[in-house]
């Protein structure tokens, strides 16, 4: 009888052993996969907007009225350059679009531009070959006689993407200043969806 109960107790410890490490490798997986995805491909929040008669073959999928960006959502594009576009929804939401032609390694450069400003902490959420989505934190270095002022947190997010249309290499990304978290995740949604009219 313990013998047969003792058999049971270590039947029943294994099954709870294999139990939590199969959680524990679904949640580090989970984790990994929120880091470089974080619903981009859900748009129920987004209209889709033609970009043809701005001189972009293409389509993108930007927030429409049920989106919660706080301002207007009618999508203005302006051209003020022929190689620079610019799409506003209010004052909360610009993306800047520029043709870079065949220079493929924008990512990889903008990475690069972003460690040489160590005054800045860059914490990425995304990180894949064709966008980064970043927490950038200021960095202030004060002294004692620094005004008490110094040194309070500030913290925004942003966006860098790089898709290729027809060939052409587009660089898309946010505003210097950057944006909250929400509006800069909607935009990364929108920098996912920027597709070629012609699937190319």
């Known amino acids: 009888m313990s013998i047969?109960?003792?058999h049971k107790s270590l039947m029943l410890l294994f099954l709870i052993g294999?139990?939590?490490f199969v959680s524990s490798c679904a949640g580090e997986e989970d984790e990994k996969e929120d880091k470089n995805d974080l619903d981009l491909e859900d748009y129920y929040e987004f209209q889709v907007?033609?970009?043809s008669k701005y001189g972009l073959n293409a389509y993108?999928?930007?927030?429409d009225e049920t989106a919660n960006i706080g301002a207007s959502t009618r999508p203005e594009v302006s051209h003020p350059e022929d190689h620079i576009w610019q799409i506003d929804i209010g004052q909360n939401f610009t993306l800047h679009i520029e043709d870079m032609a065949n220079i493929k390694d924008n990512i990889k450069e903008e990475?690069?531009?972003l460690?040489?400003?160590d005054f800045f902490k860059i914490k990425y959420l995304i990180d894949t070959p064709e966008m980064i989505l970043y927490q950038r934190e200021l960095v202030?270095?004060?002294s004692d006689r620094a005004a008490s002022t110094v040194g309070v947190e500030h913290k925004s997010y942003h966006v860098f993407g790089q898709k290729t249309i027809d060939g052409i290499t587009y660089v898309l990304e946010?505003?210097?200043e950057g944006y909250e978290k929400n509006i800069i995740e909607m935009m990364a949604k929108s920098i996912k969806s920027f597709k070629s009219k012609s699937g190319k």
Request: proline fraction near 4%; glycine fraction near 8%.
């Open 49 to 51: 907007m033609d970009l």
């Open 140 to 142: 202030v270095k004060g």
């Open 115 to 117: 460690k040489r400003k």
């Open 174 to 176: 946010s505003r210097e």
């Open 18 to 20: 294999v139990g939590l």
């Open 111 to 113: 990475k690069k531009e």
């Open 4 to 6: 047969k109960f003792a």
């Open 60 to 63: 993108i999928h930007l927030p």
